[in-house]
């Protein structure tokens, strides 16, 4: 498939984002474009306080843009309902957070088959679904655990099964690494990236590891709530570091510019 012909699974359009304080708008994302195609495995990246999770919420559609667009799919998600929105997300789209959310007196099969009861199906028909999908993660032997038994990678390999429960088009993924040692992040990011090549899920992950770029197959890289870059190459990742750390000298070397000016004046 060539790059025209790529189905456009995700569309973000002139994105801005800002919050009231008091009588003050503070702008958090500055006009957010850029496209991800079917089967993309796009690493959001920069670094802490950059508006990279505001995005994602937005996508998600659980927060409001300002202005701008966000078309999933084909659909205009912001020109819904919220309740056709969260219909949307459940049909089409897993989530995997930093810190999974998990029913204590359940096992880790029952916490994943939830979902599905949720949506309509049988009991038993969740949890045959839910055995599948701990086979894949490679959890299987944990099936009858509770999850805060768990380490925090075999959690967010828990987590990743529950993001496949309905079959989505999209995996949305919210620094799902952030609180694992460097070992288990890289085998979840292998996971991912393995999932995402394999059943051709678009997945879009928010991170700030640096050590992580080389699993996408695209890096959207933010500062200040603007993107800064967009490699198409995971092999680019050493270079976008260089230019995360020339933006930076040019952000302090124009601070320092102004306040020399202002100490002429």
């Known amino acids: 498939m060539t790059e025209v012909q790529a189905e456009i699974a995700i569309k973000v359009e002139g994105i801005k984002k800002s919050f009231k304080v008091g009588e003050r708008e503070i702008p958090i994302l500055y006009g957010i474009d850029f496209e991800i195609k079917k089967g993309e495995f796009v690493l959001l990246v920069g670094p802490s306080g950059c508006g990279k999770s505001t995005l994602l919420h937005i996508i998600y559609g659980l927060e409001a843009p300002t ?13 819904h309902t ?3 929105r969260a219909n949307f997300r459940n049909d089409n789209i897993g989530f995997i957070p930093q810190q999974p959310f998990w029913i204590k007196s359940l096992s880790v099969i029952e916490n994943i088959a939830i979902p599905a009861v949720i949506a309509g199906k049988t009991f038993h028909e969740g949890i045959q679904i839910a055995a599948k999908l701990i086979e894949l993660v490679g959890m299987s032997e944990w099936s009858n655990h509770r999850p805060y038994d768990l380490s925090g990678g075999q959690q967010q390999r828990i987590a990743l099964a529950r993001s496949l429960l309905l079959d989505p088009k999209f995996v949305i993924a919210d620094e799902p690494t952030g609180n694992l040692d460097q070992k288990a992040g890289e085998q979840l990011m292998e996971l991912l990236q393995d999932i995402s090549q394999k059943f051709q899920i678009t997945i879009l992950m928010v991170t700030h590891n640096t050590d992580q770029y080389k699993f996408g197959t695209r890096i959207i890289q933010m500062v200040d709530g603007r993107i800064i870059s967009d490699a198409q190459n995971k092999h680019n990742y050493i270079a976008l570091k260089k230019e995360l750390k020339a933006f930076k000298k040019s952000k302090v070397e124009q601070k320092k510019d102004k306040l020399d000016q202002e100490k002429q004046k």
Do not use: L
């Not at 202005?67 to 020109?79: C, K, M, R, T, Y």
């Open 67 to 79: 202005e701008g667009n966000i078309s999933i799919a084909g659909e205009d998600e912001w020109s």
């Open 82 to 84: 919220k309740n056709w």
